[in-house]
């Protein structure tokens, strides 16, 4: 099976928290790089990291207040608000149709080895605990006038 790039881009930044120690400086050095933007360069891999992030913190919520069975209208909600804006349409459009794909909310949590309340539990805690980290890394771009809809 092949690897998911959001894998890659954890890596690549676990590679690079080896030599540089802090966020705003892994970014700088982009900067005066000019590779900000650049396919490969550590800042354009912490934007997806952090939107990969984004992507379960909002998944979680939705599930979390849907009710049923189905996780299609939650990761719909997800996928719309933090992937779908950087997609063409094809992509848009494979996204669409692999939803019909996805397990249904009991399927999952048997895999997970996990029952209704510590799953919510779990989803939870994650819910909080990344909102501050996607506020940061956002606030850091911000700051920088990188924006963060590239």
């Known amino acids: 099976m092949q690897r998911p790039m959001f894998l890659w881009w954890v890596d690549d930044l676990l590679e690079a928290s080896k030599s540089i120690s802090t966020l705003p400086s892994m970014v700088e050095l982009d900067i005066q790089k000019e590779t900000v933007r650049k396919p490969g360069s550590h800042t354009r891999n912490m934007l997806r990291v952090k939107r990969g992030i984004d992507m379960v913190k909002v998944l979680f919520e939705q599930i979390l207040v849907t009710e049923g069975n ?3 209208d939650a990761a719909s909600v997800a996928y719309a608000q933090v992937f779908a804006p950087h997609h063409g349409w094809a992509i848009r459009k ?3 149709a692999g939803m019909y794909a996805l397990p249904s909310k009991s399927q999952l949590l048997k895999k997970l080895n996990e029952d209704e309340e510590s799953a919510k539990a779990q989803m939870q805690n994650f819910v909080r605990s990344s909102a501050p980290v996607i506020r940061y890394v956002e ?10 809809d590239w």
């Not at 911000?142 to 963060?148: C, D, E, W, Y």
Request: proline residues 0%; without cysteine.
């Open 94 to 96: 494979a996204v669409a």
């Open 70 to 72: 189905s996780l299609r």
């Open 139 to 148: 606030d850091l771009f911000t700051s920088r006038n990188l924006g963060i």
